[in-house]
């Protein structure tokens, strides 16, 4: 019974967003360093595309443009820790590869510089459409194992009304902090 309740409060806590806890571990100092260095990079990467010419060019600068932007989103991620960080760090990612296979399309030309966007077009497409699934399966887990701590809740509490005076409330206090209540 004891693991089974030990179970249950690590993915409740796991499932129902208090992941900002446990994921953020960057202090404020450390980020903005770090900002600035990601920031200083990219400047260095992009100035080396300098020495280039035509879409070789766009094409390393294109890549410089998606390593900063992936750069920061998980850098903002390590930060806060939160949900949405990490789905706009996940969206970052697919965005900027995106971009880059486009961009590597343009040296193409006819039907295989369509195929090229298409299929770039295809993978942010696929990559959207999982990052949207998960999202719906991560909020139907954390409903779900919502449902059923106030189910045990519930059993919990009933139980608690057999007893009186301390005991009761003793009891009481005892599941609602076990159950999130």
Request: proline share 0%; net charge negative; aromatic share 12%.
């Given at each position: 019974m004891k693991t089974q309740t030990h179970t249950r409060l690590l993915c409740a806590i796991a499932l129902m967003g208090?992941?900002?806890?446990?994921?953020a571990n960057l202090t404020q100092p450390v980020y903005s360093q770090a900002k600035?260095?990601?920031k200083a990079m990219f400047k260095t990467e992009r100035d080396r595309c300098g020495s280039l010419s035509g879409n070789a060019k766009d094409v390393c600068v294109e890549r410089a443009k998606g390593h900063e932007k992936v750069a920061l989103a998980n850098l903002e991620y390590q930060h806060t820790g939160t949900v949405k960080d990490r789905?706009?760090?996940l969206e970052a990612r697919y965005e900027a590869r995106y971009e880059l296979a486009k961009e590597m399309c343009d040296d193409k030309t006819g039907n295989a510089k369509d195929v090229c966007v298409a299929q770039a077009k295809a993978s942010h497409d696929k990559a959207k459409a999982?990052?949207?699934a998960n999202k719906a399966?991560?909020?139907?887990?954390a409903d779900a194992m919502e449902a059923k701590l106030k189910a045990d809740y519930k059993v919990a509490n009933e139980r608690c009304d057999s007893l009186s005076g301390n005991a009761k409330d003793s009891c009481q206090a005892s599941a609602k902090?076990?159950?999130?209540q």
């Open positions: 208090l992941s900002s806890v446990a994921s600035d260095e990601v789905n706009d760090y999982d990052l949207k399966v991560a909020e139907a887990q902090a076990r159950y999130f």
